[in-house]
T-cell receptor
Framework: QKEVEQDPGPLSVPEGAIVSLNCTYSNSAFQYFMWYRQYSRKGPELLMYTYSSGNKEDGRFTAQVDKSSKYISLFIRDSQPSDSATYLCALGMDSSYKLIFGSGTRLLVRP | GAVVSQHPSWVICKSGTSVKIECRSLDFQATTMFWYRQFPKQSLMLMATSNEGSKATYEQGVEKDKFLINHASLTLSTLTVTSAHPEDSSFYIC?????????FGPGTRLLVL
């Protein structure tokens, strides 16, 4: 079993839709939770980070963490074609600087 | 957010030559940097952890004599692909930051002919 599971997609939605991206993990030692967006042939861009259960909002993006269920989500409201990219969840722990990445979900927002 | 740069952004070389890729943290000091490799439509694969002033820590299966890492200062780490072969062609990305947040460079695309 992988440490972090993420549906690879692709996920295709119409413009304006609410998008839900998810990751599950198995190790309760993970304490830091990040979401990255990666456009084709570019480095990942940090979108959101959090280290506690609950919701964190930034503009159209909301990161949600449920440590009891070992489940994290990224919601995108009013999705735009420019949101079309691969979204990667990344998890870290206190004992190491290393991040464990999900496989990435490819999102396509149709105009 | 913090800025991490990489140079070059792309490189084409002949088989058997060595290629050096630089990773710089532009507005913060990084005692630890990471080097990743990414194949098309796949996720990031951690190659090694670069530590300022000490030897790099390589992930299992990564040849340390093949991928030389030097963390010369708090803002610069270099990855040298020695005697490159076509199977080394890939997208190489570095990152730097803290435990809570890691910032990535724009990546270097290597094509070995």
């Amino acid at each position: 079993q992988k440490e972090v599971e993420q549906d690879p997609g692709p996920l295709s939605v119409p413009e304006g839709a609410i998008v839900s991206l998810n990751c599950t993990y198995s190790n309760s030692a993970f304490q830091y939770f990040m979401w990255y967006r990666q456009y084709s042939r570019k480095g990942p861009e940090l979108l959101m980070y959090t280290y506690s259960s609950g919701n964190k909002e930034d503009g159209r993006f909301t990161a949600q963490v449920d440590k009891s269920s070992k489940y994290i989500s990224l919601f995108i409201r009013d999705s735009q074609p420019s949101d079309s990219a691969t979204y990667l969840c990344a998890l870290g722990m206190d004992s190491s600087y290393k991040l464990i990445f999900g496989s990435g979900t490819r999102l396509l927002v149709r105009p | 957010g913090a800025v991490v740069s990489q140079h070059p952004s792309w490189v084409i070389c002949k088989s058997g030559t060595s290629v050096k890729i630089e990773c710089r943290s532009l507005d913060f000091q990084a005692t630890t940097m990471f080097w990743y490799r990414q194949f098309p439509k796949q996720s990031l694969m951690l190659m090694a952890t670069s530590n300022e002033g000490s030897k790099a820590t390589y992930e299992q299966g990564v040849e340390k004599d093949k991928f030389l890492i030097n963390h010369a200062s708090l803002t610069l780490s270099t990855l040298t692909v020695t005697s490159a072969h076509p199977e080394d062609s890939s997208f190489y990305i570095c990152s730097a930051g803290t435990r809570e947040t890691q910032y990535f460079g724009p990546g270097t695309r290597l094509l070995v002919l």
